[in-house]
């Protein structure tokens, strides 16, 4: 009986550091961009980290952890700050989750030196690796008042001309 307890609380310490299982592990950026970036969570570690504490649509307050889209855009080579400019001000991003769910953001509107909103690729929730059904990477912005472009289990970062 004392095993089966010991055996049981292996399970779970194991299954606990092993985090929640995704339907996918990595995001691919890509498009115009210099470089294809594919990144799994472990990738995402190596670059800054930033957070928002935002409520959510039930009104709870929570804080969302990951990297700014800006800086992960900025390192595939993508055209923001001066560059930013002419016909790059008609590109946009085009987000799409495992279940093909789609939502786009301009490249202003994501790009710190134009806008005062902070456009955030998350990882983490309160701590805590986002549970299945939303990681391991989600969207999460402090200006939409309506959070339909908070896509959640992002499986690709588009960035397109719309010409
Ligand atoms: N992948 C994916 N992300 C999605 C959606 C979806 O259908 N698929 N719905 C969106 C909508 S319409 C809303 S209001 C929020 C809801 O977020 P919540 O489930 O965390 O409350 O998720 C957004 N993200
Ligand atoms: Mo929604």
């Known amino acids: 009986?004392?095993?089966?307890?010991?055996?049981?609380?292996?399970?779970?310490?194991?299954?606990?550091?092993?985090g929640p299982s995704y339907a996918q592990e990595f995001i691919t950026i890509e498009g115009e961009v210099t470089r294809v970036l594919k990144l799994s969570i472990k990738d995402l570690e190596k670059y800054?980290?930033?957070?928002i504490k935002i409520k959510d649509q039930k009104g709870e307050e929570h804080v969302y952890r990951g990297t700014a889209l800006s800086v992960l855009l900025d390192s595939a080579g993508v055209t923001l700050g001066r560059n930013l400019r002419g016909e790059n001000l008609t590109k946009y991003v085009l987000v799409t989750a495992v279940d093909n769910y789609q939502v786009v953001y301009?490249?202003?509107?994501?790009?710190?030196?134009?806008?005062?909103?902070?456009?955030?690729?998350?990882?983490?929730?309160?701590g805590k690796p986002l549970p299945k059904g939303e990681g391991p990477f989600r969207l999460v912005?402090?200006?939409d008042k309506r959070h339909a472009r908070w896509i959640r289990e992002i499986r690709s970062i588009k960035v397109l001309f719309s010409k």
Do not use: G
Not at 48 to 51: I, M
């Open 1 to 18: 009986m004392k095993l089966l307890r010991i055996l049981i609380l292996a399970f779970i310490s194991v299954a606990l550091l092993m």
């Open 48 to 51: 800054p980290v930033a957070e």
């Open 141 to 143: 912005n402090q200006i």
């Open 106 to 126: 301009s490249l202003a509107e994501i790009d710190p030196e134009f806008a005062s909103n902070l456009v955030l690729l998350t990882t983490h929730v309160d």
